[in-house]
């Protein structure tokens, strides 16, 4: 049996899962989510718990087992708690400012890059070099997050660039002169 499959899903205070066919709706004090899943698997909601089982033993059951579950989790956790990922921004000039939805970035080009907020999702800039993306839906946050990142990738020599917050930049010696 899967190991991740098994474990059933805690559902905290004030938040509900339905299943309707081969949908399940997750709605919360933070907004509601739903995922379709694969016939093969069956959800059932008893009282504060939901647990997922599958059909047969196929490697593509014991796939989808373990996926459903990890995904129903993430869905409880977004619309009780929300997701939030930190994205730091080091250079000399560097810096991001928020307009409206929307937050625009210098970022060493010879342009400004304004990068528009997806609905759903929050960007919040507590300082001139930090930048928030806030959500429920995890996948979107994390999707968002790296997309802003590709803006301008960290470099390894100086470390300039986009990354996150408890990302550990690689750093590379530079040259050094002949003896």
């Known amino acids: 049996m899967s190991r991740i499959g098994k ?3 805690q559902i905290p205070a004030g938040v ?3 299943v309707s ?3 399940m709706i997750v709605k919360g004090p933070l907004g509601t989510l739903t995922q379709a899943f694969d016939p093969v698997i069956t959800i059932k909601v008893e009282g504060a718990v939901a647990t997922l089982t599958r059909a047969n033993d196929e490697k593509e059951s014991r796939a989808k087992h373990g996926l459903y579950r990890a995904l ?3 869905m409880v956790t977004g619309v009780s708690k929300g997701y939030e990922k930190g994205l730091v921004i080091a250079g000399v000039g560097f810096k991001v400012q928020k307009q409206g939805n929307n937050v625009v970035l ?4 010879s342009h400004t890059v304004e990068y528009k907020a997806v609905e759903g999702i929050t960007l919040e800039c507590p300082s001139q070099t930090e930048i928030t993306v806030k959500g429920i ?3 979107t946050v994390g999707q968002v997050a790296a997309e802003i990142r590709s803006i301008r990738k960290p470099e390894p020599y100086h470390g300039y660039g986009i990354h996150y917050k ?3 930049i690689q750093r590379k010696e530079g040259k050094t002169a002949g003896k």
Do not use: C, F
């Open 166 to 168: 408890d990302e550990v």
């Open 137 to 139: 839906n995890k996948e």
């Open 106 to 109: 210098n970022v060493g080009y």
């Open 21 to 23: 066919g081969n949908e």
């Open 16 to 18: 509900t899962v339905e």
């Open 72 to 74: 129903l989790q993430n």
């Open 7 to 9: 474990e059933p899903v």
